[in-house]
């Protein structure tokens, strides 16, 4: 059996890779289909597809007022909440000077509700006092058990501090912020009336009286010792005990800032140093304790772990929102109500209708301009598609991404961004054939100079795509998003596709011999280089063909070959 060159074990060597790629990203897409229900299909923008508008309206203290500047923090905060798991295509707007409108594409889940709506104010206050919830309070009757002192107006139980303490307190731990006015608050207050009571909005340096998040718990918590603002970055993952081992639960990772690193420095010394409740420091999100973990150790390093009743998701909303900052005030859910497509099926199928053509005229010029070897070029796109739409179709499952209008524009402009890179590469391989060498070595010095030229094309491409998906905000970044892909997939194809298939083409007759019908023949391709600014006439054309090859040599020639030949046509005139 005869031994295969180089060139084609590198050749299938790459198409074996390019297969395992592609059975790859169809096989994600099938488990998806398969286990959760992905479909095949990408899930549309809000632009081609309609969704949920949702309007929030703002949750403020009496005679407190929204400034712009808060709207406008909000609005960025929600958009980056919203575009945490990737380019989603919302719309964030404010509506007159007071409510914040949030378009989603599709229906929303409730963690992405969460998400937008949390004001994410996180607080760390110390416990002062705790008891269990009554069993009318935790199940929310209508007629609770009541203390003897406790009232009998229905208003809910308000959180708000209570008279200034007769004894001044040393610090957050002391007792003596629990004043007889406060004690009164804290016997009376119904934890099953929690979200009424206006806990989110309490002032940071007064004690609190709130609930866990489970209603099951009462505590009365000092001021706040640290708060929200001072967390630099926040992850989710599972929790470890101390021997490193996963305890299956999952919790948020916070990272302090420099300041917030002392702040809970200091705390965890002084509360390490005390017992019974006053240990323990309590962990407040939007006004309710989602953990009060006991101070086992000085935590020094400015990096404690939440723990709760924590999923997955619940894990990773509560990380994106306090990475990405609190709210500057609170909102409510005003109304939530269906939209329609702004621009519908049939403008998809317009931009769909675009690509065609544009693909059409591309095939059409390959095959007129290389004849066989356009077919090539038809090959190495329809491989790029199939990778392009599993490579979008497995984002729009795992990441949340929706194809946009301006998406689907991005991928218009992809199919000349893939043509070109294979333009270049054949345009060099005959230029190498012009040089006088065979089609094996043409295939391979040509695609020496393409491959830096395609590198340096996409690469400006995807610094350019990358650019736009950092600084710009909704459609935008869709569009950003697939032109920077559909420029690595390039990258992809032509070094594990088209390289490689020309690698095993340049060995069959039809191709090596250089039939007219190849688009390689050399005959065809002009006069033949032999050296500097001087080229071999080909034999047996006729004289129209052999002055068309010239001046197609003429015009490939480089700047130095022109003035070296410019240079010797004196001389030769001169010896004859």
């Known amino acids: 059996m005869a031994q295969r060159s180089t060139p084609v074990k590198k050749a299938w060597r790459s198409l074996s890779w390019l297969g395992v790629i592609v059975v790859a990203l169809v096989g994600f897409n099938v488990a998806g289909v398969i286990w959760q229900g992905s479909g095949w299909t990408p899930k549309l923008a809000l632009d081609l597809e309609g969704g949920t508008?949702?309007?929030?309206?703002?949750?403020?203290?009496?005679?407190?007022?929204?400034?712009?500047?808060?709207?406008d923090q909000a609005v960025s905060i929600i958009r980056q909440r919203i575009d945490a798991a990737g380019v989603s295509e919302s719309e964030i707007n404010t509506q007159g000077a007071q409510n914040i409108v949030v378009s989603i594409p599709g229906t929303p889940d409730q963690e992405t509700l969460d998400r937008i709506e949390s004001s994410a104010k996180l607080e760390f206050r110390p416990v002062l006092e705790a008891s269990a919830a009554t069993p009318a309070t935790v199940e929310g009757s209508e007629e609770p058990s009541a203390s003897p002192d406790a009232g009998e107006s229905d208003e809910p139980?308000?959180?708000?501090?209570?008279?200034?303490?007769?004894?001044?307190?040393?610090?957050?731990?002391?007792?003596?912020?629990?004043?007889?006015?406060?004690?009164?608050?804290?016997?009376?207050?119904d934890c099953a009336k929690l979200d009424d009571a206006a806990t989110n909005v309490a002032p940071a340096d007064q004690p609190l009286v709130t609930c866990d998040d489970t209603r099951s718990i009462k505590y009365i918590l000092g001021p706040v010792e640290v708060s929200g603002e001072r967390i630099s970055d926040a992850t989710h993952s599972l929790v470890s005990n101390s021997q490193g081992v996963s305890t299956g639960q999952w919790g948020v990772n916070i990272v302090f800032d420099d300041k917030g690193t002392q702040q809970f420095a200091d705390v965890t010394t002084r509360l390490y140093s005390l017992s019974g409740?006053?240990?323990?420091?309590?962990?407040?999100?939007?006004?309710?304790?989602?953990?009060?973990p006991t101070t086992n150790a000085v935590i020094t390093n400015g990096k404690p772990q939440i723990s709760g009743n924590f999923t997955q998701d619940t894990a990773k909303t509560l990380a994106d929102q306090l990475k990405f900052g609190a709210l500057p005030?609170?909102?409510?859910?005003?109304?939530?109500?269906?939209?329609?497509?702004?621009?519908?099926?049939s403008q998809l199928w317009s931009g769909l209708i675009a690509g065609v053509i544009g693909l059409v005229l591309v095939v059409v010029y390959s095959l007129f301009q290389y004849r066989a070897l356009g077919l090539v070029t038809v090959a190495s796109l329809g491989v790029a598609?199939?990778?392009?739409?599993?490579?979008?179709?497995?984002?729009?499952?795992?990441?949340?991404?929706?194809?946009?209008?301006?998406?689907?524009?991005?991928l218009i402009v992809a199919i000349g961004i893939i043509a070109d890179s294979f333009i270049v590469y054949f345009e060099r391989i005959r230029?190498?054939?012009?040089?006088?060498?065979m089609l094996g070595s043409a295939v391979e010095a040509g695609w020496k100079r393409a491959i830096r030229t395609i590198l340096a094309s996409d690469t400006v491409n995807f610094l350019a795509a990358a650019v736009l998906f950092v600084l710009a905000i909704g459609n935008v970044r869709g569009f950003a998003l697939t032109l920077g892909i559909t420029t690595l997939i390039d990258l992809l194809v032509v070094m594990l596709f088209t390289h490689p298939l020309m690698q095993l083409l340049s060995k069959t007759k039809f191709f090596g011999d250089g039939h007219p019908w190849s688009g390689l023949s050399p005959q065809a391709l002009g006069a033949v280089y032999r050296g500097r600014a001087q080229f071999r006439e080909p034999t047996g054309v006729s004289a129209a063909k052999r002055a068309a090859s010239s001046r197609e040599a003429a015009k490939r020639q480089t700047i130095a070959e022109r003035k070296a030949a410019e240079q010797s046509a004196p001389s030769r005139g001169k010896d004859s």
């Open 53 to 71: 508008q949702i309007i929030l309206a703002p949750q403020l203290e009496s005679g407190q007022e929204v400034t712009s500047e808060q709207l």
């Open 157 to 189: 139980a308000e959180s708000a501090p209570a008279a200034t303490p007769s004894v001044s307190p040393t610090d957050a731990s002391d007792l003596n912020w629990i004043t007889p006015e406060l004690r009164e608050t804290y016997t009376n207050f």
């Open 329 to 345: 005030i609170g909102f409510e859910v005003q109304s939530i109500e269906n939209i329609s497509a702004t621009l519908g099926q």
């Open 277 to 292: 409740v006053q240990n323990q420091f309590a962990i407040v999100l939007d006004g309710a304790v989602i953990s009060a």
């Open 385 to 410: 598609a199939v990778i392009v739409y599993l490579v979008i179709n497995l984002l729009s499952w795992r990441e949340g991404y929706r194809l946009s209008l301006a998406g689907v524009a991005g």
């Open 431 to 437: 230029d190498e054939l012009r040089d006088g060498r």
